[in-house]
Structure formats: structure tokens, C-alpha cells
């Protein structure tokens, strides 16, 4: 069974400061990782992945996570917040060796101040 | 390259009636996944096609149905629509049937039943 939790539905930032969006999760098997980002009225965009590489994962646009799996965590970051990054981001995560059957957090809106 | 099309964007539909919306995936990608995203219910996985054989389903009434064809087209179908089908329809498509390297996603279809 795998869950996937993110821990703060709202993050507000100012333009410029540091972005941490928080993912927990677990997995019966070797997780794959993922954050995807969905701007309003669009699909969902890949940022990045961890699939059992290295646990410093550097994605799209500035944005890296990293792998923390004492901690079963997965957070995203961000040195520099800008407009464009204001998005709903979803955390996922994917058992490889059962379904492989992606869980959806419920996704962090990340709101961005000038 | 083109990416994951999906037609229609919108879609109004009275209860009662079916609907049937279709998915295009990047060409070379042989798993077509479909989500329902509500505010409520976050994103839910529907069920994953892969080189025409449905290799999951998630937990959704018989309603809705899907199929997959022989160039990786997909098509989802709901049958006597309910006002709580109203939802983002979103498909995604990826290269390998474990979702190893990510899934890349349409815009959806925008589903509303009145």
C-alpha cells in the first residue's frame, strides 16, 4: 500500500524568498517520487523525479527535492520564488514492484506576493 | 513533438445521458492513464490502458468505462451521467507501463452535467 501526504494545503511567499513545499509518504516497495505542478485550467506538468538515483533530484524551472528516506519525505524547494511559480503542486508517489499505480497528494497551492 | 491532446476541452451534459471523451497520446508512448479531479476528491485515478489491455482500474462504478486502440488512442465513456461526474478529466500518456519516468498530461476535459 502506498500514501502520500502534503502538509500544507497553502504556501504563501514573497518574490524572491525561498519556496519549501513539504511531501511525506509511504510505500511497501521502492517508491518512485514525483512533483508535478498544474497552472489554472491546465494538465498537470512534470518538475521532477526520484527513481532510486541519486537522492538529490534537481528539476524544471529551479525546483529540486530531495530524497529523504529515514524522514519518508520528498520536499520541494525553490532559493527564489518568482510570479509564475504561483501553481496548485502535487506531490506522488508510485509503488515500483506493486501496482505501479501512481497516489495523488492533495496538492499545496503555492501563492506568490509581489 | 506534439503532446497528450484531449478533446473535447468542454463538455455540458444533462443527467442521464453518456458522454465519451478522447485521448491522444505522445506519439511513441503506449500507456494511456485517466484521472477524475474534483475539489473535493482531489485527483483520482480511473483506470490505465497499456498496448490495449486495461492493466488497472481504480475504484469507480461501472459507469465509466474505457478502451484503448491499436495506435494508442484512448477513449473514456460515462454512461447515465450523475451531477457528481461533474470533474476535470485528465489523461496521461507514458513510454513504459510502470510510469518509471513519469506521465505527461492533457489540458482535460472540463465534464459539466446539469
Known amino acids: 500500500a502506498q500514501s502520500v501526504t502534503q502538509l500544507d494545503s497553502h504556501v504563501s511567499v514573497s518574490e524572491g524568498t525561498p519556496v519549501l513545499l513539504r511531501c511525506n509518504y509511504s510505500?511497501?516497495?521502492?517508491?518512485?517520487l514525483f512533483w508535478y505542478v498544474q497552472h489554472p485550467n491546465k494538465g498537470l506538468q512534470l518538475l521532477l523525479k526520484y527513481t532510486s538515483a541519486a537522492t538529490l533530484v534537481k528539476g524544471i524551472n529551479g525546483f529540486e527535492a530531495e530524497f529523504k528516506k529515514s524522514e519518508t519525505s520528498f520536499h520541494l524547494t525553490k532559493p527564489s520564488a518568482h510570479m509564475s511559480d504561483a501553481a496548485e503542486y502535487f506531490c506522488?508517489?508510485?509503488?515500483?514492484?506493486?501496482?505501479?499505480?501512481?497516489?495523488f497528494g492533495r496538492g499545496t497551492s503555492l501563492i506568490v506576493h509581489p | 513533438k506534439a503532446g497528450v491532446t484531449q478533446t473535447p476541452r468542454y463538455l455540458i451534459k444533462t443527467r442521464g445521458q453518456q458522454v465519451t471523451l478522447s485521448c491522444s497520446p505522445i506519439s511513441g508512448h503506449r500507456s494511456v492513464s485517466w484521472y477524475q479531479q474534483t475539489p473535493g476528491q482531489g485527483l483520482q485515478f480511473l483506470f490505465e490502458?497499456?498496448?490495449?489491455?486495461?492493466?488497472n482500474k481504480g475504484n469507480f462504478p461501472g459507469r465509466f468505462s474505457g478502451r484503448q486502440f491499436s495506435n494508442s488512442r484512448s477513449e473514456m465513456n460515462v454512461s447515465t451521467l450523475e451531477l457528481g461526474d461533474s470533474a476535470l478529466y485528465l489523461c496521461?500518456?507514458?513510454?513504459?507501463?510502470?510510469?518509471?519516468?513519469?506521465?505527461?498530461f492533457g489540458s482535460g476535459t472540463r465534464l459539466t452535467v446539469v
Open positions: 496521461a500518456s507514458s513510454l513504459d507501463a510502470f510510469g518509471t519516468h513519469g506521465y505527461t
Open positions: 490502458y497499456f498496448s490495449e489491455t486495461q492493466r
Open positions: 510505500s511497501s516497495y521502492s517508491p518512485s
Open positions: 506522488v508517489v508510485s509503488d515500483q514492484g506493486g501496482s505501479y499505480i501512481p497516489t
